[in-house]
């Protein structure tokens, strides 16, 4: 494939560092993607068409790096590379093969559990979080520009070289699907900004969980021809939520819409409300809408209450408030496993885990607002009984031992790597926190 | 005159047609592997006039037999028209999942070309796998083309795996054909060397696999209806 | 039309023993003979797509309209990556919308009554279509069939080749579920010193005519040789017959459009400043 530039060919950094071209990786909207060599690594070089590399560009780019934002889930530019007359490029890390693009999961190429799908909602809005804690505003959430990985959720947030200082320059920009309504009608004084990211989060969120655009439904069916006419009173003058308990107009079409109904049927009841808020009051009330902590907290208590259907296998996220549920696949009653139940110290806060069959305890379910959530950090799961099936127990991968009190007031000691009985009643000492199992409210 | 067409070489994409034939010892009684030559020889013309009509597809036949292990009966991709029968004769047990490996092996990129329709697997037997038949059923289902393969199979007489013959052909709304008597057995051969090619070597199929058509309930007029 | 740098081609050959042709195409120069409008569709054609044919010109007719509208907006002034964007997500989701309201339109009016469930399915598609213009070459593909692109080198390449589509003639369809995420976008914002030469987009029909790939590619490549040698008109007659004779080894209707940049009235173009002057 020919490509701006050719294999072998040798740039420089801004510091003077030599970077060689390997070969050709594929075209962005601004630019070309390249695999280079630099200081004996192997890295990705962004390479602006003549029409990009503007001067505007290059000084956001320049802010960009030096800002130095060093975190593993964004593919952040980290040098300038400079050509020829203007022509200039940055470098990143390359995006390692097992990242998919989002938009492989709406088109049914990769398989990805209910638990994976939840943990890469709780990671994406992590990192936009961070990212806004800086100060800095993406602009432009999309599918298109979020990576994740199917076997872990982990996320990966790339062409981030748009993104720029709150308050720093605006105008219109992204796709209507997910530019916040004050934009889409060019209100004055709306420019894109945290406050704007937060709308586009949150059709993501939709979009990943749900399947389907939150304002796509009767109204837009309707619509033979979507011209931009159309699409600013959709997203931008009279937008109304497929689920807008006030507003009947545009719920899902049935017969043609019909997935839409499902997923939001199968979601928890904390996510709905968050949905509800966020794309009723939040979409004329910038200030209404859903933070990325509201977010995170109801994405990580949905993947808690994640169990396995016992009739397809199925995983389900259950409602401990909504007895008598059923699988969303097979509509067989679901059956709720133990649960533990921890409390945290300093802040106080109560979680509980489904001590489904791979039910996990993580570092972070043990503090009471943790900086990041990370499922791979495990320091406990449950396993089956190496020589009795059928029996589940709570295996302790914790450095430490772990104290226990049973109901009938005896103690006992978890050491690592032993398992305890998923037995309702017995109390747990995990580190600082302290735990019990609780038998199935219903 | 128009100018000589442009471009390289141009060829019609071959169909890969597998008879998977269980050669085992129970199907000596009966008379049974003397029908199922019978069956098959009879189906060549009929295969030949299919091949003839989709002249876009080629069609290509090979045989493999499976009893102690699996071998194969026909090795040579042979273009139908040249496609001639040598009787198979019976020995042993029934090693289904060896046959299944071995057409596994044939159905990876190479030695299939990236531009072929879609292969067809014809699967006869009349009694249970002897070994790891669902492993070798995984080696299929692990090549890109043994996936997309158009899959039919036939049942002879009572004693056959119906369960597992549905496994093999991976499809709700198809079931294994049931032959209880030599002509049930030819017009089954005859019914899925035809329309299973017929099915593969049309082009487009959209996203969709290959509806094959009912098959056909023959008329039990034979007296000899138990083998 | 005359006035324009670029000519068209286009031809189609109905697959032998085919009742009917299930491809459809059509182009246009625009008003002003700076751009070019093209798309072909590949109306799947078995059993269970029994409006297949009209399902095709129904995509052809949705990608023109939306893709002539999408045109009108964009400027080239504009940045690129709102272009971008809106050429990645909005136009695949305007068409696809569009194609389906066209098929539910033609359902009322022509109810159908056959053995196979009715809905959108029956008119199963693929679509490729592109815009051709002196700052942006754009391609859309859904479904397979090939969008060709050759540059001042000469050298044809498939930018939008998956290996990873389905083979054995199972393909992505304007039908499918989440159909909108399964168009490809060719985006390639023209640079001064790789000025477009050629664009194809032809049903695989063509392209299973030939052993390989490469054989394919030859195929172009001759085509962009006879277009410099004996000039678009000869092109344009010799190429029913030999798309009729590529549909006798696929068995597939064929279709071939091209725009072809006429390399003396290239404004600016090397071969003008050198030859020409």
């Known amino acids: ?442 | ?227 | 039309m005359s006035d324009s740098a670029w000519r068209l081609l286009a031809a189609s050959a109905k697959g032998p023993k085919k009742k009917v042709n299930q491809d459809y195409h059509d182009m246009h120069v625009s008003s002003d003979g700076a751009e070019v409008f093209m798309a072909v569709a590949d109306g799947h054609g078995s059993a269970a797509y029994p409006r297949s044919d009209i399902g095709s010109r129904l995509a052809v007719e949705a990608f023109l309209e939306v893709v002539t509208e999408f045109w009108r907006s964009c400027n080239r002034d504009d940045q690129l990556r709102h272009v971008h964007f809106r050429a990645k997500e909005d136009l695949p989701r305007d068409v696809v919308h569009n194609w389906r309201s066209r098929v539910r339109d033609h359902l009322e009016r022509e109810p159908f009554t056959g053995a196979v469930p009715v809905g959108p399915e029956i008119y199963g598609t693929t679509l490729l279509g592109a815009v051709v213009s002196e700052w942006l070459v754009l391609g859309w593909q859904l479904g397979d069939g090939e969008l060709c692109v050759l540059h001042s080198d000469g050298e044809p390449v498939l930018p939008l080749y998956d290996s990873s589509e389905p083979a054995g003639d199972e393909t992505y369809s304007m039908c499918s579920p989440g159909a909108r995420h399964l168009m490809r976008l060719y985006w390639a914002p023209v640079q001064a010193e790789q000025p477009l030469r050629l664009l194809t987009l032809s049903t695989d029909g063509l392209s299973n005519s030939f052993v390989s790939m490469a054989d394919y590619l030859d195929f172009v490549r001759g085509i962009d040789r006879r277009l410099s040698d004996n000039g678009a008109d000869q092109v344009a007659a010799d190429l029913p017959e030999w798309l009729k004779r590529a549909s006798s080894y696929s068995g597939d209707d064929t279709t071939f459009v091209g725009a072809w940049c006429n390399p003396r009235l290239q404004e600016g173009s090397d071969v003008r400043n050198s030859q020409v002057r």
């Not at chain 1, 016992?310 to 709720?336: F, H």
């Not at chain 1, 300093?346 to 990370?374: K, N």
């Open chain 1, 1 to 442: 494939m020919s490509g701006i530039l050719k294999s072998g060919e040798v740039l420089r950094t801004a510091q003077g560092e030599d970077v060689t071209v390997l070969d050709y990786l594929g075209a962005g909207g601004q630019g070309e993607v390249y695999r280079v060599q630099h200081g004996g690594r192997v890295r990705a070089l962004k390479w602006y068409y003549q029409q990009s590399a503007t001067p505007m560009q290059r000084s956001i780019v320049e802010d960009l790096v030096n800002r130095a934002f060093d975190d593993d889930r964004f593919l952040w530019p980290t040098h300038m590379v400079l050509g020829s007359k203007e022509s200039f490029g940055y470098l990143m890390d390359l995006r390692p093969p097992h990242f998919h693009g989002l938009s492989d999961l709406f088109r049914r190429q990769v398989n990805v559990t209910s638990r994976e799908l939840v943990i890469a909602c709780v990671y994406l809005v992590e990192a936009y979080r961070a990212l806004h804690s800086q100060g800095i505003a993406y602009r432009d959430i999309s599918y298109g520009n979020v990576f994740f990985d199917p076997a872990t959720g982990n996320v990966l947030v790339c062409d981030n070289d748009n993104a720029v200082v709150e308050g720093g320059l605006s105008g219109i920009e992204g796709t209507m699907e997910f530019m916040a309504p004050e934009l889409v009608r060019g209100d004055d004084g709306a420019s894109p900004g945290t406050q704007t990211d937060l709308h586009s989060l949150a059709v993501l969120l939709f979009m990943m969980l749900m399947n389907h655009h939150p304002l796509e439904g009767a109204l837009e069916f309707r619509i033979r021809c979507l011209d931009e006419k159309a699409k600013r009173q959709l997203y931008g003058k009279d937008p109304v939520f497929l689920f807008d308990p006030a507003d009947d107009r545009n719920r899902p079409v049935p017969g043609e819409q019909d997935t839409v109904r499902a997923t939001w049927e199968a979601a928890t009841e904390p996510l709905r409300t968050l949905f509800i808020q966020t794309f009723t009051k939040g979409l004329t009330r910038p200030e209404a809408r859903v933070r990325e902590t509201q977010w995170r907290d109801a994405l990580a208590a949905a993947h808690d209450l994640i169990v396995h259907c016992g009739g397809c296998e199925r995983q389900n996220v259950v409602d401990l408030a909504a007895p008598g549920r059923t699988c969303w696949s097979c509509a067989k009653r679901l059956r709720l496993p133990p649960v533990l139940s921890i409390t945290t110290s300093g802040p106080r806060v109560t979680r509980t885990v489904a001590l489904t069959r791979d039910a996990r305890v993580c570092a972070h379910h043990l503090v009471g607002e943790p900086v990041r959530h990370d499922y791979e950090d495990k320091v406990a799961e449950v396993v089956e009984h190496p020589r009795v099936p059928g029996r589940y127990g709570l295996r302790n991968l914790m450095p430490g031992t772990w104290k226990i009190r049973r109901p009938d007031g005896t103690s006992d000691e978890v050491p690592n790597g032993r398992s305890l009985d998923l037995k309702p009643g017995i109390r747990l000492q995990i580190g600082s926190v302290e735990a019990v199992i609780q038998p199935p409210t219903w």
């Open chain 2, 1 to 227: 005159m128009t100018a000589e067409l442009p471009g390289g070489q141009m060829a019609h994409r071959p169909v890969h047609f597998f008879w998977l034939l269980d050669c085992s010892s129970s199907m000596s009684i009966n008379g049974k592997i003397g029908s199922l030559n019978f069956a098959v020889r009879e189906a060549i013309p009929e295969m030949q006039r299919v091949a003839k009509d989709n002249a876009s597809a080629q069609l290509m036949v090979r045989a493999i037999m499976f009893a102690n292990g699996a071998q194969w009966h026909v090795q040579a991709p042979t273009p139908i028209e040249d496609f001639h029968w040598t009787d198979v004769a019976t020995s042993g047990i029934t090693d289904l999942g060896a046959a299944l490996r071995l057409v596994a092996e044939e159905l990876r990129t190479p030695p299939m070309p990236p531009r072929a329709l879609k292969p067809v697997l014809a699967l006869v037997s009349d009694g249970q796998p002897t070994d790891d038949w669902r492993s070798g059923l995984r080696a299929v289902d692990d090549t890109p083309w043994g996936r997309r393969a158009v899959r039919v199979a036939v049942a002879i007489g009572q004693d056959a795996d119906i369960a597992m013959l549905q496994e093999f052909l991976d499809n709700p709304e198809l079931q294994p054909l049931q032959a209880n008597n030599p002509k049930q057995l030819a017009d089954a051969i005859r019914w899925m060397s035809t329309v299973a090619v017929k099915a593969a070597s049309m082009p487009h199929g959209g996203r969709d696999t290959a509806v094959l058509p009912q098959p056909p309930t023959s008329v039990d007029d034979d007296a000899d209806d138990v083998w």
